[in-house]
């Protein structure tokens, strides 16, 4: 049984051997999702239903940072965190307050620092996930991008995302494609809906998969209800098809989960019960 705790708290640092794979949840900070605002099809009953997931101001809690991979001396970065700043609450949006700052005192108490960071991939271009790029690429790191999400960028300008990053990481950038091998044991697997081009990356290792699937899912509860997308997807139809697989994919043995939003349980697996009913449950090691 989850510590209904961990549901409403953001992620402290959090690592899971993969064989000679180890990777690590490298917190930048935490924000706040109104969760009728930002889950437009919940209702009042279901947050009614489950007021564990809503922190004391009936918030979401979203653990902000990315995902560390380490293999012998080399080291990856799958999203590079909010960067050092702070969106205040509007009334009446769907996000609340974000604070950022902390993704490279965390990678410095794990021993790496930026320069030692050979790439960056990202899952999709909003700014929650690239806030460190520019210092990241000015200290060498090559970022890795998804061809249809680098072809449709115009679009994460209409997410406050400004066009100078983007020209700014224009000299670091590679795309890649669907099933491409960016690192040792790490694939690209996209899965569109979120943005038009958003990735999952596959890490493969010890007999066990891990599936990074970046804003695919935002909250443990869309596990259970995959149908339900979030305010800002770019395409909601998609999006939740996607959310199908995954949760299937999830529910295979061997398979879990790290979802960078997911609060305190940022590394969990599918469980299905005997009615076929799936939920998240954390994985801690």
């Given amino acids: 049984m989850t510590d209904d705790a961990r549901l409403n708290r953001p992620a402290g640092i959090r690592s899971l051997q993969l064989g000679d794979i180890k990777v690590t949840y490298v917190p930048d900070g935490a ?3 109104s969760p009728r605002g930002w889950l437009p099809d919940t209702t009042d009953e279901v947050w009614a239903e489950h ?11 979203a653990s902000m940072g990315g995902l560390l ?14 960067g050092p700043g702070h969106h205040a609450a509007e009334p009446g949006a769907p996000v609340g307050e974000i604070n950022g700052g902390a993704l490279f005192g965390n990678l410095a108490r794990l021993g790496r620092t930026p320069a030692g960071i050979e790439a960056v991939a990202i899952t999709h271009l909003h700014g929650d996930h690239i806030g460190w790029s520019a210092q990241l690429a000015d200290a060498g790191a090559v970022h890795l991008i998804s061809a249809p999400e680098w072809e449709h960028r115009h679009l994460a300008e209409q997410h406050g995302v400004p066009p100078e990053l983007l020209t700014a990481l224009e000299p670091s950038l590679r795309t890649v494609t669907d099933g491409e091998e960016i690192f040792p044991g790490v694939r690209v697997m996209l899965t569109p809906g979120h943005t038009a081009g958003h990735a999952a990356y596959v890490i493969t290792g010890g007999g066990r998969r891990l599936i990074a699937f970046g804003d695919a899912l935002h909250s443990p509860l869309q596990i259970s209800h995959p149908e339900w997308s979030a305010v800002v997807d770019h395409d909601a139809r998609q999006s939740a098809d996607f959310r199908r697989r995954l949760v299937e994919e999830m529910a295979e043995p061997g398979t879990i989960g790290f979802g960078i939003h997911f609060a305190d349980v940022v590394f969990g ?17």
Avoid: C, K, M
Wanted: aromatic fraction near 6%; avoid cysteine.
């Fill in 31 to 33: 924000g706040q999702l």
């Fill in 69 to 82: 991979v380490e293999h012998g001396d080399r080291a990856l970065l799958i999203d590079a965190g909010f």
């Fill in 51 to 61: 007021p564990e997931y809503l922190d004391a101001t009936g918030n979401l809690v």
């Fill in 269 to 285: 697996r599918v469980r299905r019960d005997g009615a076929g009913a799936t939920s998240w449950e954390p994985v801690d090691a």
